[in-house]
């Protein structure tokens, strides 16, 4: 399989099961802005490559897990309403998030104010990589009743969450500092 076929020179793409859309179609939009979050939290991942912590290995194995969901929240996206979804998301996805952001927010000191994003590398990018899902949640959310029977738009607002709590359990782990909002400019 080559890397370039040169048929989307003209500006339009293939959604799942062939049927051409423009580049700029809130699917491919929708799909695309999983896929830059997606390559984002690796991003934030690499920057843990020399770091060290009790729990690493599982926090990257949930990490990638997470990477590989998204990955299928795009293909569910890419797919035309009245086709059927080779792999779709299932509430069971959305309850892992929420396991975990409880069981990491349970070690973490609980928030007194709004924070910014800062800290460890890794952390800030996870910040990012949440900024992007919210920008994905937001397109969905604008493709309405094409999306009428998925979980996709529920499984963003929770990964965002998701991304906020990972983004400070690093700090905690690697001793970043989260630097609080300033009551005043």
Not at 16 to 34: F, H, M, Q, S, W
Not at 110 to 134: C, D, E, Q, Y
């Amino acid at each position: 399989m080559r890397i370039y076929t040169r048929s989307g020179d003209k500006g339009k793409t293939s959604l799942i099961y062939g049927e051409r859309v423009p580049k700029n179609d809130l699917r491919v939009e929708a799909y695309g802005t999983c896929d830059e979050a997606n390559s984002m939290i690796g991003l934030a991942l690499s920057f843990l490559d020399e770091a060290a912590w009790k729990g690493k290995i599982e926090f990257l194995e949930k990490m990638h897990r997470v990477q590989t969901i998204i990955f299928h929240a795009g293909s569910e996206l890419a797919t035309p309403k009245d086709k059927e979804v080779a792999w779709k998301l299932r509430q069971e996805h959305i309850q892992e998030l929420e396991d975990q952001i409880d069981e990491w927010d349970a070690q973490l000191e609980p928030l007194k104010n709004f924070i910014l994003p800062s800290g460890h590398r890794a952390s800030s990018s996870l910040h990012m990589a949440r900024t992007i899902v919210r920008r994905a949640e937001r397109i969905a959310v604008s493709l309405g009743e094409e999306l009428e029977n998925s979980l996709v738009c529920p499984y963003l607002n929770r990964l965002s969450d998701f991304l906020f709590v990972a983004a400070r359990y690093v700090n905690k782990n690697l001793g970043g500092e989260e630097r609080p909002l300033a009551a005043d400019i």
